[in-house]
């Protein structure tokens, strides 16, 4: 069992930078899968990019890459993204997500512990 605490959301204008932060309890941290998601207003949760347990291997989605770092500290039980360049159209509310699997997961339903969710609002 892994509980999520997302942080790090604010207002940003456009081209800014903001850098989320997900903190998980339980020993077992190192052995999660994590992953970032988002919802914009009236659309579906999307993925947004997942980094393996070891921190090896990370994915992301197209409209991000470049942009976007997703990291881990084992240690600290805690997972970043980082978020440059960042544009109106990413404006949502961004969730992390834990699953406990080897690979980088993408789809919603692979995740089964979830955040409460952060307030990312990017002004043009």
């Known amino acids: 069992q892994v509980q999520l605490v997302e942080s790090g959301g604010g207002l940003v204008q456009a081209g800014g930078s903001l850098r989320l932060s997900c903190a998980a309890s339980g020993r077992t941290f190192s052995i999660y899968a994590m992953g970032w998601f988002r919802r914009a207003p009236g659309k579906e949760r999307e993925f947004v990019a997942a980094?393996?347990?070891?921190?090896?291997?990370?994915n992301y989605v197209d409209s991000v890459k470049g942009r976007f770092t997703i990291s881990r500290d084992n240690a600290k039980n805690t997972v970043y993204l980082q978020m440059n360049s960042l544009k109106p159209e990413d404006t949502a509310v961004y969730y992390c997500?834990?699953?406990?699997?080897?690979?980088?997961?993408?789809?919603?339903?692979?995740?089964?512990?979830w955040g409460q969710g952060t307030q990312v609002t990017v002004s043009s």
């Open positions: 980094i393996s347990w070891s921190g090896a291997i990370t």
């Open positions: 997500a834990a699953d406990r699997g080897t690979g980088v997961p993408i789809r919603v339903h692979e995740y089964g512990f």
